[in-house]
């Protein structure tokens, strides 16, 4: 982000456009661990809930917990990872759909449970844009600038 913002000030659009593209392919090739979310976490048990793991309106980081701590236990893992409890700091990723937990989230707290096989689901983009992209957007959008060059109707005769 620091390096973006850095562009910004002496480079110009383009180099700008280039480096949101080239991290954009190094951000898809990071461990889960290095593009989740941090986040602390309370409520696991007033979200909790017997038949359905969770609670309407659950927010997605303690859902994503509430799974973990799910599925850690029913894949008899939990002499290798630690069930998530209130207070603790937490990672989480978004999925896509559909994958083998049938859920669009997961938490963890510092080792990503690869055992549950969704590591292929991780949604990258979504990650991309919410981590790095929205937050960048804002800056560029106050300078008029956009993120990715767009073509235009003329290149598609080009």
Not at 113 to 142: A, G
Request: proline share 5%.
């Amino acid at each position: 982000m620091i390096d973006a913002v850095k562009i910004m000030m002496i480079g110009n659009e383009e180099q700008v456009q280039k480096f949101i593209a080239d991290f954009k392919e190094e951000f898809r090739r990071l461990p889960a661990e290095e593009i989740s979310f941090p986040r602390g976490i309370n409520g696991l048990a007033t979200y909790s809930d017997s038949v359905t793991l969770y609670k309407k309106g659950t927010p997605i980081h303690v859902r994503g917990a509430i799974l973990f701590n799910h599925y850690i236990r029913k894949n008899n893992l939990t002499n290798k990872y630690a069930t998530i409890s209130n207070g603790e700091k937490i990672k989480f990723v978004y999925l896509k759909k559909p994958n083998p937990l049938q859920e669009n989230i997961i938490s963890f707290i510092q080792d990503f449970p690869r055992e549950l096989r969704v590591e292929p689901y991780i949604d990258y983009d979504l990650q991309f844009e919410k981590s790095f992209l929205e937050p960048l957007k804002t800056i560029l959008d106050c300078i008029g600038w956009k993120s990715e060059k767009r073509g235009s109707l003329e290149d598609f005769f080009l």
